[in-house]
């Protein structure tokens, strides 16, 4: 165990001890005469005694580690050990973490410094995990209030755990500790006098790995906007990255790809994550991903155990894994046997072998699954019948039926009890079956193949079992390597894909499916219309109405079913070739398996899915074909070269005959099928691609060699093969067969596990994400800094503010509907947005103006003058714009915009509903106020918004609407002053308030306020003049000696009075007329006389400094909030 750090004597300690290990650093001592032979002497004898008639308590532990500097007689004892083993646990952990981070200290004092610093965590870290296991929550709590009073956080950040680390700032080490939140990732440390104090927000994390070096042995790199931060001595660093890592992919999704999270409700409220709930989460999608099982699925119970083999008379070492319907098991021993049974399929479970503890699962099909050395058996047994007896409902045993082993005798009961009256709706039949029948009468040399796959698939069967329980072994996939039979290829599509189990699960859901979206009109089904006849045109299936109609009644299915998705360019290709094989239904659910599960994220907007398993291909790339990698300058070819490979899976490079094998090993495989796949095309061509000088030429390579592949084995017609028709041209190219294309990529790259695959995804995905949002950033800033005065890099921090304004307000929210303003399928000014609470925030921290005292009714009016849409948000380049005119705008520009936000729509007379706060306004109240423009609308509300967004309204394009919008935007430019309309009297006097607001503070206060009297009084002195000669007969009561009077004030007495008192008094003196109204010229001109209006609002304000400011304060400003 690890020792709180005391001095120790050395020189006294040699009589007791004996060194058995030494470097520069630290000593290993074993006890004297502990483990030798004889006692170890005289010596050791006295020593034994003197650790017997010692108490418990006082007793020595017979091995120990101390920490020494060169030319130092101090040592430090900092751990021991009860056994060789423990104490040699200790060391190796000291050598390998420690022992290389100590070389870049000046010092021994700080050389010692951080180690008693390092092992002082070690203990608060072993510390933490005792308490945990014995349900002590005292120690956690004082994590707690630690991680509250170091970094200020709002309350309702929830942490989740903390461990000890050394952060590298530069070539030196601080050690301190590593707090995991739900939104940040944050470290603290504080030695000899130096804190050190760091906040990182998880989605602004682009990339997290383990890595290591020289000095670093193992380490956690982060790198957040551009910086790289390292972490490492972690007391066990896996189990903390695999927690950042989901920490950091959950944030990211919940932020940025809400399509997917909102799929996902097991994490849904931030505030319910803890770290045992992250670990299950992530051991439940493994669990269904591995097995292919509903998403829906969580895994309850693991078991180490042995399955009894039958076909190889042996017992496999492995894990049985349990969840709500299924009973799954995965060797460990090398044998790549595995075992799906659902629990629809069981008959019965009873105990078996009491002296080995055996468990007999007997299932539908007659077969029986014998399970040894299993822990709790018996409580096992009796948990398994509970759960069958509660699964043996009626909708089950009649989906099942009798047939349960053969899907494809299944998948047409299912539709016969379904389908009602609607079997001339959906068709029963794969297209395959009715355009090429086998004849079975004159069978060629490749039909004759055909039938010997068929009957070593039939000898498997009976070996192994058929249907959903059948064994799945290292035989099973030499046999889809060579590819699946023709006959057979839908059924076990069906079955390593899962879909069969959607389809058990959801009996006569396609249909009503089917009834529900026909005759509906969207965009998806407009895009579906136009993609039908693009879809493998050569094949004549899909020449006629009958394939067609298919095709149709899937895809508009599958777009009414997940309307998130809806259609997808490429799903048309995948779908028809599943109806080559599968029946309708089963084509359906195929598509279903693959787009929500076998490939997720692959088709919605942006394509997610895709690009994260394309930035794998490229990292397997530099792995195994570094030649390659060397010669290509830019690795983006590979990206263009290779996306349509994964949407389409080779389907649309290679000839039909031949992709169908490669989805055959996809449905088994998963997408590490097609990385291998995709591995060995670029192998094969290697050389020729090392010659290429341009990217075109070896685009060129790739496609030639696409069409020079062939499946010789294939019993299609030679019109249907698309390979047979091209050989002829392109006969002087050799020809490769799929089948060994396949078969090398399995023996080359096989290695490649399904665990790699998805830890290579998590970590590309934040990569990937956040380039995407890069990208959407230098849109909006370039479209934005043609509109502005801003540098380039004032203007991307101001972004980067807008942003995670927008950001701060989803943290600690369940149902945020600030999350809802982020949309991804917008274009790029609109894909974020802010409310008016957000825009006050941020006014606050940045506007010119935020002193001014009812500076909430001037974010108001603000907010209100941009929203022009009335949807209560506005996005970046409307903030950008008006934050621009208070800083880089001219005299008249500033003052159009305090004339504007006077005026309506933006202006709407505000008053707090409690006094106590003054000017000040509740969040409620600030909505309220910022919605009411949206309630005078009135019944043009909703002409307006479906103006105001083209896109929405019949769900399509309005090519017309986007014109007359910037159309309107290019008048608005224009706009003369002019056009703006007059001020009346309350509008005025609102507008002398600010205007005294604005100056308090200035050091020509005194000088404004009377500046302020002066054009007040001129202004109503002509409006008065304008007045008696349009009718000079009638009797008007001048204020203006009213006014000349304020203008007189006495100094002593202005100085008493404040600018509300002084102002109150005028608008007093205005009240007795409500016809005055002034134009923005005569305000302007008036303004123009006064030189200390004009210095005030010339005078120039740095924002870099309200920038830095706003950075700090951004965080602490949401926790006032």
């Keep these: 165990m690890w020792l709180k750090p005391e001095e120790v004597l050395l020189k006294n300690a040699l009589k007791l001890w004996v060194q058995e290990r030494s470097n520069d650093y630290f000593v290993l001592q074993r006890r004297r005469g502990y483990g030798e032979e004889g006692g170890g002497g005289l010596a050791g004898l006295l020593v034994g005694t003197l650790d017997a008639v010692l108490d418990s308590t006082s007793k020595v532990a017979p091995f120990r580690i101390l920490h020494q500097t060169p030319d130092s007689q101090v040592y430090w004892s900092i751990a021991c050990g009860s056994s060789r083993e423990e104490i040699t646990e200790h060391w190796e952990w000291l050598e390998h973490n ?42 956690f709590r004082e994590g707690l209030m630690k991680f509250e009073k170091c970094f200020g956080l709002p309350e309702q950040e929830k ?117 045992r709930g992250l670990e299950s989460h992530a051991h439940s999608k493994q669990f269904s991903a591995f097995f292919r099982l509903p998403k829906e699925e969580s895994l309850k119970e693991v078991h180490e155990c042995f399955l009894w083999v039958p076909f190889s008379h042996f017992n496999t070492h492995g894990k049985m894994c349990i969840s709500e319907n299924y009973i799954c098991f995965a060797s460990q021993d090398g044998s790549l046997c595995s075992v799906i049974i659902p629990l629809r399929e069981v008959t019965g479970v009873d105990k078996a072998d009491p002296a080995n503890r055996g468990v007999s699962i007997s299932t539908k099909g007659k077969t029986a699954f014998r399970f040894t050395e299993v822990r709790d058996f018996e409580l096992l047994v009796a948990k398994l019948r509970m759960k069958c007896n509660a699964t043996a409902s009626p909708q089950h045993i009649v989906a099942t039926g009798s047939a349960s082993d053969s899907p494809k005798d299944f998948g047409a009961g299912q539709l016969k009890m379904g389908q009602r009256d609607n079997s001339k709706t959906v068709s029963t039949e794969a297209l395959m079956t009715v355009y090429h029948p ?89 895009e579906i219309e136009r993609d039908l006849r693009r879809s493998l045109p050569e094949h004549p299936a899909f020449q006629s109405d009958t394939g067609i109609s298919a095709l149709r009644r899937v895809l508009t299915a599958y777009a009414f079913r997940n309307p998130q998705i809806g259609y997808c360019q490429a799903m048309n290709i995948l779908t028809s070739v599943l109806l080559l094989y599968a029946k309708e239904e089963e084509a359906f659910w195929l598509l279903v398996a693959v787009c929500e599960r076998m490939l997720p994220d692959y088709f919605n907007r942006r394509i997610i899915g895709a690009l994260v398993d394309q930035a794998v291909f490229e990292e397997l790339i530099r792995v195994h074909l570094p030649q390659l990698t060397d010669h290509m300058s830019d690795m983006t070819f590979f990206s263009s070269v290779s996306l349509s490979w994964f949407l389409t899976l080779f389907i649309s490079v290679l000839p039909i005959e031949s992709a169908v094998n490669v989805v055959d090993c996809f449905f088994y495989d998963g997408i590490k099928a097609i990385l291998q796949l995709g591995l060995a095309v670029l192998e094969y061509n290697m050389e020729k691609l090392l010659t290429c000088k341009d990217d075109a ?49 399995n023996e080359r790259y096989g290695d490649i596990c399904y665990e790699d695959v998805e830890s290579l995804r998590c970590r590309n995905r934040l990569y990937v994400i956040q380039t995407l949002e890069t990208t959407t950033k230098q849109n909006v800033l370039r479209v934005v800094s043609q509109e502005v005065k801003f540098s380039p890099s004032d203007l991307e921090e101001l972004y980067e503010l807008f942003k995670k304004e927008h950001f701060l307000s989803c943290y600690w929210c369940v149902n945020s509907p600030v999350l809802q303003h982020h949309d991804a399928s917008l274009p790029y000014l609109d894909q974020y947005r802010i409310d008016c609470q957000q825009f006050r925030v941020l006014c606050h921290l940045l506007s010119p103006w935020s002193h001014c005292a009812n500076r909430d009714s001037l974010a108001l009016w603000t907010f209100r003058l941009m929203d022009e849409n009335s949807n209560c948000l506005v996005n970046f380049k409307q903030f950008a714009c008006v934050l621009d005119t208070m800083y880089n705008g001219s005299f008249t520009d500033k003052l159009k915009l305090l004339f504007k936000l006077h005026m309506p729509p933006a202006f709407t007379e505000v008053e707090s509903l409690s006094p106590s706060r003054g000017n000040d306004l509740s969040r409620e109240e600030l909505i309220h106020f910022s919605q009411l423009s949206v309630s005078s609308v009135g019944d043009n509300l909703e002409s307006d918004s479906l ?163 706003a950075k700090n304060l951004q965080l602490k400003a949401r926790t006032r909030v």
């Design 98 to 139: 420690v022992m290389k981070t100590l070389s870049v200290f000046d010092s021994n004092e700080d050389i010692t410094s951080f180690v008693q610093g390092k092992i002082r965590g070690l203990i608060a870290e072993e510390g933490k995990d005792s308490f945990v296991k014995e349900d002590d929550p005292e120690k």
């Design 159 to 275: 942490l989740i755990t903390y461990y000890s680390c050394s952060y590298w700032k530069g070539r030196v080490p601080c050690q301190g500790w590593l707090y995991l939140s739900t939104n940040f990732l944050s470290f603290y440390s504080f030695l000899l006098g130096a804190e050190i104090k760091l906040i990182i927000s998880w989605d602004e994390i682009s990339k997290l790995e383990k890595t290591s070096n020289v000095i670093l042995t193992e380490s956690i790199h982060v790198c957040s906007r551009g910086e790289d931060h390292y972490f490492s001595m972690f007391l066990r660093i896996s189990e903390t990255f695999l927690l950042m890592e989901q920490l950091a992919n959950y944030a990211v999704r919940r932020l940025f790809d809400k399509e997917t999270f909102e799929n996902d409700p097991v994490l849904h409220d931030p505030l319910q994550i803890t770290k």
């Design 438 to 526: 086998q004849d079975v009468e004159n069978l060629d040399s490749k039909m004759l193949k055909e039938k010997m796959k068929e009957q070593s698939w039939n000898i498997l069967f009976a070996e192994r079992g058929h249907g959903v329980s059948m064994f799945r072994t290292k035989k099973t996939r030499d046999l889809v390597v060579r590819g699946i039979p023709e006959a057979l290829r839908g059924e076990l599509w069906l079955l390593f894909s899962g879909a069969v189990n959607d389809m058990a699960s959801n009996p006569g859901y396609y249909t009503e499916l089917v009834e529900k979206s026909l005759g509906t009109c969207t965009l998806a089904t407009d």
């Design 697 to 745: 030429e070896a685009v060129t390579v790739l496609n030639r060699f696409f069409d020079s592949v062939t499946n010789k084995d294939s019993p299609l017609p030679p019109a249907v093969q698309q390979g047979s028709n091209l050989s002829d041209t392109k006969s002087d190219h050799p020809t490769v067969d799929i089948t060994d294309l396949i078969r090398d990529s």
């Design 947 to 1109: 103006k105001s967004s083209p896109e929405k309204g019949k769900g399509k394009v309005d090519i017309q609407a986007y014109l007359k919008q910037w159309q309107d935007e290019l008048l608005k430019k224009e706009e003369n002053v002019k056009d703006l309309p007059r001020m009346n009297q309350s509008q005025f006097i609102q507008f002398s308030k600010t205007l005294y607001n604005l100056f308090h503070g200035d050091p020509e206060e005194e000088l404004l306020y009377r500046a302020i009297a002066v054009v007040t009084s001129l202004l109503l002195k002509m409006e008065e003049v304008g007045r008696r000669l349009q009718s000079p007969m009638s009797p008007v009561r001048s204020p203006a000696a009213v006014i000349e009077m304020d203008a007189e004030v006495p100094r002593e007495r202005q100085e008493k009075s404040s600018p509300e008192q002084t102002e109150g008094s005028r608008a007093q003196s205005l009240e007795g007329n409500h016809e005055w109204s002034f134009a923005f010229e005569q305000i302007l001109a008036s303004l123009l006389n006064e030189p200390a209006f004009v210095r005030f609002f010339e005078k120039p304000h740095d924002i870099k400094a309200k920038i830095e400011s």
